[in-house]
C-alpha cells in the first residue's frame, strides 16, 4: 500500500535533502470544527429547566427588596411563564461559554499535544492538486514501512479518515483524539489518512519526522507541473545513496475521459 505526502516542491525537495518532513499542529489544519468556533445559533434557542430557573433566580433577586419581599420566587415563577420563551432566550445568551448547553465540543487542550501528518491514498482526483501550487508533487510512501508498523500505543497511529456529518468527541480506549479523524462528506475525495504523535514523543524536534531507508518509494509530479522540473530539480536523487531506488512518476490527464493517470517519468 502507498501513502503520499502531497506539498509544493520547493517544500518536498527541502524534507528529502534533510531527511525529514514537517509534522503539523492542530492550528495548521485550519479546521474550525477542532477550534470549536465560531459556533452558529442554536437551531433553536431552548435550555434546561435548571438553567431556566437559574436565570428566573437572578431575575428574583435583582428584584427591588420591598417587592422581591411581596412575592416568593415560586409566584414570580409562575407569573413569568408566559415569558418563558424570551427568558430562554436571555438564558441561552449568558451561557458562561458561550455555546448551546448541548453543544458537541472538543477538548481543545489536548489536541493541541498533537502533532500530525496527512497523507492521501489515491491522488488521481483533481480536487486534490487543486488546493496546490502548479509546481506541486506527491512524495510517495510506503505505508508498510516500520515508521508506521511501530506504531502500537493509543497515543500515536496512522488510521483513515472518516466522513460524514456527525461529531465524535468521546474519547475511547483505542481512539483519544477522533476529531483528527472526522471530517465532513464534501472531502471524501481526500481519501486522507493521518498519523499522530504527541509532540512529547518526537524526540529533539517535536514538529519532525525523518525519513528512514526505504520509507520513501517515489516522486510524483503534480498535473500542472512542469515535466521539466524533474531533471532541474531531482537530478541530485541518482546521486543520493538514501533514494538511488526512487522511482519517478508523473499525473497526466487521461486522452479520451475526465480523468487523471499515475504514470512512469
Not at 20 to 46: E, V
Not at 94 to 116: C, H, M, T
Request: charged share 25%; net charge neutral.
Amino acid at each position: 500500500m502507498h501513502l503520499y505526502w502531497v506539498q509544493p516542491m520547493k517544500i518536498a525537495v527541502q524534507a528529502l535533502k534533510k531527511g525529514r518532513l514537517n509534522l503539523l499542529s492542530i492550528d495548521d489544519l485550519r479546521n474550525p470544527f477542532l477550534r470549536n468556533g465560531p459556533m452558529a445559533q442554536a437551531r433553536q434557542n431552548t435550555v434546561s429547566q435548571d438553567l431556566y430557573r437559574t436565570e428566573m433566580q437572578s431575575q428574583y433577586e435583582a428584584l427591588p427588596s420591598h417587592i422581591r419581599g411581596a412575592i416568593s420566587f415560586d409566584y414570580f415563577l409562575d407569573k413569568s411563564e408566559p415569558r418563558r420563551q424570551e427568558i430562554e432566550a436571555i438564558a441561552f445568551k449568558n451561557q458562561s461559554d458561550g455555546f448551546p448547553e448541548d453543544a458537541v465540543l472538543y477538548d481543545i487542550p489536548k489536541y493541541q499535544q498533537l502533532r500530525i501528518l496527512r497523507l492521501h491514498s489515491d491522488i488521481c482526483h483533481l480536487g486534490i492538486w487543486q488546493n496546490q501550487p502548479k509546481d506541486s508533487v506527491a512524495i510517495q510512501l510506503n505505508a508498510e514501512h516500520s515508521v508506521f508498523s511501530s506504531l502500537k500505543d493509543n497515543l500515536s497511529m496512522l488510521k483513515p479518515v472518516s466522513y460524514g456529518r456527525e461529531k465524535q468527541t468521546e474519547a475511547t480506549r483505542d481512539m483519544l483524539f477522533p476529531g483528527v479523524f472526522c471530517l465532513p462528506e464534501e472531502l471524501k475525495y481526500e481519501q486522507e489518512w493521518r498519523l499522530i504523535k504527541l509532540a512529547r514523543q518526537q524526540g529533539d524536534n517535536p514538529d519532525e519526522l525523518k525519513f528512514s531507508k526505504g520509507l520513501v518509494e517515489a516522486v510524483v509530479m503534480g498535473p500542472e507541473c512542469e515535466l521539466s522540473l524533474f531533471g532541474e530539480s531531482w537530478d541530485w536523487l541518482k546521486t543520493d545513496m538514501r533514494y538511488k531506488s526512487v522511482q519517478r512518476f508523473s499525473i497526466r490527464i487521461d486522452p479520451y475521459a475526465l480523468e487523471l493517470r499515475k504514470e512512469s517519468y
